[in-house]
């Protein structure tokens, strides 16, 4: 018989033990903020100079943003007061509250090529830059580009699409809003820790279920070796730690592999409680990226998800974010399972990311 929800234990990340409340920063409810002002950080004049100097230095120094974007290293781009608080924010997002969103990237003052090299340059304070699919996409394009939502194959980030409750492939994920859609397109997050909190508090059965195995598909993006799905616990408690890994459609796409498991009654249960739990008024946290605002989040303890969008027509006029995967020094550890989605490697700082056969690592200025 499992225990009532006021005789589990409580733990933090850090020390956690299997099937125990996690409490501390990463496991924050919607009440738990006044507004905006508790996660939005905003650059100030001198940092934007900073950054813009930054820039222009890459450029004057003919370094190669689209073939050789790993040429360009911090040394390139020096940002005396941007750089440390760009790094404070990436350990409260790795260690605490798990998000931040920073405003006022120049994104009206840049041309592209210039914006890409800024994201870039920001990112080198946050951790090693990761693919971000299997063209090796170091920088990802969020805009749709006609790809075909209902294809096994097709990743709804090329897509006007919803995109359910998820969690990428990589520590940190960060996205550059560059254009907004003429409707929709909103983005919302919530804690996955504290989604585990609930589930533990009102179906302890299907906590145990969620820290079982589960197929997730691998979209076509099959590295070497591999076959076409793997398996991940959704919850998982290792070295103290609880990392928390869901994508409801990636389970549901694994099913299409003949010699997976069927999903069972449990496991759907377990999808539909983690989901009313993720979207709830109590831990969704709703934000529309503006131009120039960057979202930071820690994949481990946040869930993200984005309402469906309609553009305006024109192709260079629509909706359109870019993308960072990085790999952060100083990250939790991760169990075994990790090795599939990130790449083959669990070691912190170098791991996650999209690598196959073919793969050549690069940057491209537009969605392709
Ligand atoms: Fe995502």
């Known amino acids: 018989m499992a225990p009532a929800a006021q005789e589990l234990k409580t733990t933090r990340q850090g020390s956690v033990e299997p099937f125990t409340l996690l409490e ?29 100097a930054a820039v222009q230095g890459v450029l004057r120094a003919g370094l190669d943003i689209e073939k050789a974007p790993r040429s360009i290293t911090k040394d390139h781009f020096p940002l005396p007061t941007l750089g440390p608080l760009l790094e404070a924010l990436r350990d409260e997002v790795r260690d605490g509250r798990g998000f931040a969103v920073i405003r006022g990237f120049p994104v009206d003052r840049l041309s592209r090529r210039e914006t890409v090299i800024g994201f870039w340059g920001i990112g080198l304070y946050w951790g090693k830059a990761l693919s971000n699919n299997k063209k090796g996409h170091l920088i990802g394009h969020i805009k749709d580009i006609g790809h075909d939502p209902a294809s096994p194959l097709t990743r709804l980030y090329a897509t006007h699409e919803a995109q359910p409750y998820h969690n990428d492939a990589a520590d940190l994920v960060s996205l550059l809003c560059l254009k907004n859609a003429r409707s929709g397109g909103l983005s919302s997050w919530s804690s996955s820790v504290s989604v585990h909190n609930e589930i533990l508090k009102r179906r302890p059965d299907l906590a145990r279920v969620l820290a079982g195995d589960w197929y997730f598909d691998r979209k076509g993006e099959v590295p070497p070796g591999k076959k076409g799905y793997f398996v991940i616990p959704v919850f998982n408690y290792h070295k103290g730690y609880l990392s928390v890994n869901f994508s409801d459609n990636y389970y549901h796409l694994a099913q299409r592999h003949a010699e997976v498991p069927r999903l069972t009654p449990a496991q759907l249960e377990a999808i539909d ?30 869930l993200h998800t984005r309402s469906a969008f309609e553009d305006v027509g024109d192709f260079d006029e629509r909706r359109h974010l870019l993308r960072l995967w990085r790999a952060p020094p100083g990250d939790r550890p991760l169990p075994d399972a990790y090795l599939e989605p990130y790449g083959g490697s669990v070691e912190v700082g170098n791991r996650g990311g999209i690598i196959v056969d073919g793969t050549v690592e690069h940057v491209s200025l537009e969605a392709e």
């Open 24 to 52: 501390g920063p990463g496991t924050w409810y919607v009440k738990d903020f006044k507004g905006p002002g508790d996660w939005v950080t905003q650059l100030t004049p001198e940092h934007v100079a900073e950054l813009e």
């Open 273 to 302: 409680l983690f989901n009313e739990l993720a979207r709830s008024d109590e831990l969704r946290l709703d934000h529309l990226l503006e131009p120039g605002e960057i979202q930071l989040l820690s994949n481990h303890t946040q």
